[in-house]
């Protein structure tokens, strides 16, 4: 069901294609985030004009609310949200990062107290992959133990030797029907963690490979020599995701680990504080230096609010708390990362990839 | 510039056209309501696709924020939210009687200290002319005194009388440009005050007339009494906009009244409430009732939320308080009430106002 195609590569940077049941993700590709069933602000006619190819929802909010038997009742995650292209589900495997104080943690899964209600839900290896089979989504992700940075050696052995565990019954539970199910590498900041995590996860030959335990709190260089190190080792006809990345630079730089999928709240997140997204950079559109501000967002973007609204606009439905500007500013900043992946795609398919990166690290740092 | 054509009646209810700079307005029609220029949740793309002929924007909002000199730099009104059809301003009447805690009125004008930062802001009949001309919108308002019910019959006449001297200061100050400017009836319940205010009102010759002071704290009978006598006095060449209302049943009242224009914030508001409307009534989708159901929001609805959602995923979205819930039902609330006004228009030029009517009322009704 599953079919991924190493196209080219640049560098170490990989231009690739993923056959997944809803349609083909072109690889590089950022992923929308749609945690409860919405790319929040956003409709699925928007997504598809700003030519995201996948998204991405949540597990763990999922099935709190609406849960399991809504979901099938409606006809699966896909005709409940009307988006008819890729769907990726996270496990609810960052959210034990993420809600450390909502949940317990033993050999055989994790128990959550509903952020909603504090009701009980137990997630087993089994049940995650179940879950998301129900759901119908293209891909599922094995139940991982994401450990946050800093962490002491033996926290980082213990999620290690946990999402191996769960791995395999995520792998043994695993239908083979249209749901795919990728496999998660965890090992914090350690090298020899990481490396044991990519061998006993690779065994177990999932259709792709995520790279958790990122952006948890570690440095930023540490998180850059760790995708790097960790990307070299995944086989190579596989794709590899990078889990929680989503900033032009770190984008960039996973692009050259050799990394395939992103996801990350952060052009969304950004927007709705209104912080608009550039490749040079970001900015926030209440600056006063705005008010009277005539130019697009961004004047090299291509996207529908660039063309149509002025910055001076924008900051004006900032400053007047208006809805509309949420909407505006997620949709332009998801049109900047969609077109950045598609310039890098364009770069590495015609092997010019290591000039693209410096061409934008050094728009960045000016 | 401005011209009205009266294309048929049916009853007491009419067809109308009226030419402004920026389009045609086919009346009866409803105006979505953008105070601070923007129909909350809304893009431009979206009221487009809704039919909005004209939408209605808010003097006294605009002049606080952004201030007429950002709307003039940006390039007006128009430029500055991206809308290329018509636009109305209400003329800061209204705010009158809603921010009667933060105005001194006096014979001259009216003196708003703003909700937003307390700084004074001095309103006369000459200067909210001349705000909304630089604004270059298609219909200005004439500033009134808007009085709040029930009231005396002293705060009625007081208002009636400066309704009416500051109608003819907004005349004389009128440039006869781009902007038509439209007279307002005040009186209150009086039907002598109302019939006074229509003598001294029309005697100006206004392009158009707005009938004020309703929808303020009077029973519905009371509204429909008065609107109902008072448009009967005014000029049959003349559009007849009745300010302040927007539901199916009022509408239905209005137009059977032989008005021609309407606004009300009420589908955008109750759509970030969550309540649906539709011919029959209205719904709030958060009830649990809803909470499986795959049919749309409303069946007999064409629009593009009721094509592709389900009541389930609303229901979802807004237990959920995801914004994509306050855009999706602003949006099909506005279609109920463009395709109201639509079908309204063909039942009055086909002759059969009485039966068109007669079946909204019923449906409501059951």
């Known amino acids: 069901m599953t079919a991924f195609t190493l196209l080219a590569t640049s560098g170490s940077a990989r231009r690739g294609s993923l056959r997944l049941t809803h349609g083909v993700v072109e690889t590089p590709q950022f992923m929308p985030v749609g945690t409860g069933g919405t790319v929040k602000a956003l409709t699925p006619r928007d997504l598809r004009e700003l030519g995201a190819q996948i998204i991405l929802a949540n597990t763990y909010h999922l099935w709190l609310r609406p849960g399991r038997e809504t979901l099938v009742a409606l006809g699966g995650l896909h005709r409940f949200m009307a988006w008819d292209r890729?769907?990726?589900?996270?496990?609810?495997?960052?959210q034990v990062f993420s809600l450390e104080?909502?949940?317990t943690l033993d050999d055989d899964g994790v128990t959550f107290r509903s952020h909603l209600d504090g009701s009980a839900h137990r997630f087993t290896p089994e049940g995650v992959v179940a879950f998301q089979e129900a759901l119908g989504v293209d891909v599922a992700m094995a139940l991982d133990v994401c450990v946050k940075q800093p962490?002491?050696?033996?926290?980082?052995e213990a999620s290690v030797r946990r999402t191996t565990l769960w791995a395999r019954r995520a792998a043994a539970a695993w239908q083979h029907g249209p749901t795919a199910l990728f496999g998660i590498v965890q090992g914090g900041t350690d090298e020899r963690q990481r490396a044991r995590s990519v061998a006993e996860i690779t065994a177990l030959d999932f259709p792709g490979y995520a790279i958790g335990g990122l952006s948890v709190g570690e440095t930023r260089d540490e998180m850059v020599r760790v995708a790097r190190s960790t990307a070299a080792l995944l086989p190579a006809d596989r794709p590899r995701y990078l889990m929680g990345v989503g900033t032009v630079r770190d984008l960039i730089a996973a692009i050259d680990c050799g990394i395939d999928m992103f996801d990350c709240v952060y052009p969304t997140r950004a927007g709705r504080h209104g912080r608009a997204i550039t490749r040079g950079g970001e900015f926030n559109v209440r600056n006063a230096a705005f008010g009277r501000d005539a130019r697009p967002l961004d004047p090299d973007c291509a996207c529908a609010v660039c063309a149509t609204h002025s910055r001076a606009y924008l900051s004006h439905l900032f400053r007047s708390d208006e809805l509309l500007g949420l909407h505006l500013l997620s949709y332009h900043n998801l049109a900047v990362l969609a077109a950045l992946m598609h310039d890098a795609r364009a770069a590495i398919a015609a092997g010019r990839w290591d000039e693209f990166r410096d061409t934008i690290v050094e728009g960045v740092a000016r």
Chains 1, 2 share one sequence.
Do not use: C, K, M, N
Not at 86 to 94: A, E
């Open 151 to 156: 962490a002491t050696d033996e926290a980082v």
């Open 86 to 94: 890729p769907i990726l589900t996270d496990s609810g495997g960052f």
């Open 101 to 103: 104080s909502r949940r």
